[in-house]
């Protein structure tokens, strides 16, 4: 029941195309789903994150959809860019503030 | 802001050794921190959570005297591996809790350890 599911382990777009990247959680305490982006050798920076109050967020080219009654999330990459190349992980936690449940993440290349 | 920072961000050492990993929170204070180990091609796989002044939890499976956690203060946490072996290598990533309305984890740079 801790298990967050991470889709597709890779996925490859053409710059200026769309990257969708798509999670799936179990445990219904979950109110917490942040995602991370993470460079080679680099710590996973935070990228934008959700709590089940809202079903959209947007910041930027970067939008979490959230769907509650689905138990599913997802991150678009509007317009991708050769520099969006990375790992992108999906995570959650119960009451903010716990240890994160990460997600198996996707390897993202965006080609020119 | 939220700035994590890991010494160091590499280390070598010798079968039978110890070292000392530290996470620093820069621009904030983190209570909480956690201890990340992660395999080439991985996901993160949580080790233990530091508390500020009191000793730290450690997941299933993970050696409390191999891997020890210091929080001693609420910008600075510590993993020391002791005794480490050629198996401890691994990328090791502490993150911060920054308490500010809603809570938010932000991720040190990892630091890489190669045990010969």
């Known amino acids: 029941q801790q298990q967050v599911k991470q889709s597709p382990q890779s996925l490859i777009v053409q710059k200026g195309g769309i990257s969708i990247i798509n999670c799936a959680y179990e445990?219904?305490?979950?109110?917490?789903f942040p995602w991370y982006q993470q460079f080679p050798g680099k710590g996973p920076a935070l990228l934008i994150a959700?709590?089940?109050?809202?079903s959209e967020k947007k910041e930027g080219r970067f939008t979490i959809s959230f769907n509650k009654s689905a138990k599913q999330f997802s991150l678009h990459i509007m317009d991708s860019q050769p520099g969006d190349s990375a790992t992108y992980f999906c995570?959650?936690?119960?009451?903010?503030?716990?240890?994160?449940?990460f997600g198996k993440g996707t390897t993202l290349s965006v080609s020119s | 802001g939220a700035v994590v920072s890991q010494h160091p961000s590499w280390v070598i050492c010798k079968s039978g050794t110890s070292v000392k990993i530290e996470c620093r929170s820069l621009?904030?204070?983190?209570?909480?921190m956690f201890w990340y180990r992660q395999f080439p091609k991985q996901s993160l796989m949580l080790m233990a959570t530091?508390?500020?002044?009191?000793?730290?939890?450690?997941e299933q499976g993970v050696e409390k005297d191999k891997f020890l956690i210091n929080h001693a203060s609420l910008t600075l946490s510590t993993l020391t591996v002791t005794s480490a072996h050629p198996e401890d290598s691994s990328f090791y990533i502490c993150?911060?809790?920054?308490?500010?309305?809603?809570?938010?984890?932000?991720f040190g740079p990892g630091t890489r350890l190669t045990v010969l």
């Open positions: 959700i709590r089940p109050d809202v």
């Open positions: 621009d904030f204070q983190a209570t909480t």
């Open positions: 445990n219904t305490a979950f109110d917490y």
């Open positions: 530091s508390n500020e002044g009191s000793k730290a939890t450690y």
């Open positions: 993150s911060a809790l920054r308490e500010m309305g809603y809570n938010e984890q932000f």
């Open positions: 995570a959650a936690s119960s009451q903010a503030g716990t240890a994160l449940i």
